[in-house]
């Protein structure tokens, strides 16, 4: 992979990050803002299970926000874009698709069937 498009990735990468970043400023704030009062238990209920769910996705973000840290550290150390499976070289639509994938698409569909096959016993 060529210095221009590591740098096109690592631009990729840090956008996602500040995007992800963002958008958990913005729910600590609304989150401790929030002075509502819920006299009625469906709807203390339903703002609860609503928290509950964004709360969830915060959390696959924080997951995918280390995730985006490793691949930046790997466009730094030049591993960027190699296969950990097999050592080839990740497609750059793979990459394009999901720009954290440490595997080529032939590795991931493996592991993914084998998985499946797994799951099946």
Known sequence: MDRE???????KLESMSQDLLQEAEKTIHEMTD????????????SAESD?????????????????????IERIDEGTYGICDECGDEISTKRLEARPVTTQCIECKTLQE???RAQKGL
Do not use: C, G, M, V
């Open 51 to 71: 928290r509950s769910f964004e709360l969830r996705i915060r959390d696959r973000e924080r997951k995918l926000l280390a995730k985006i840290r490793e691949a």
């Open 5 to 11: 498009q590591l740098d096109y990735f690592r631009q």
């Open 113 to 115: 069937n084998q998985e």
């Open 34 to 45: 929030s002075t509502e009062n819920y006299p009625d238990p469906t709807d203390r209920a």
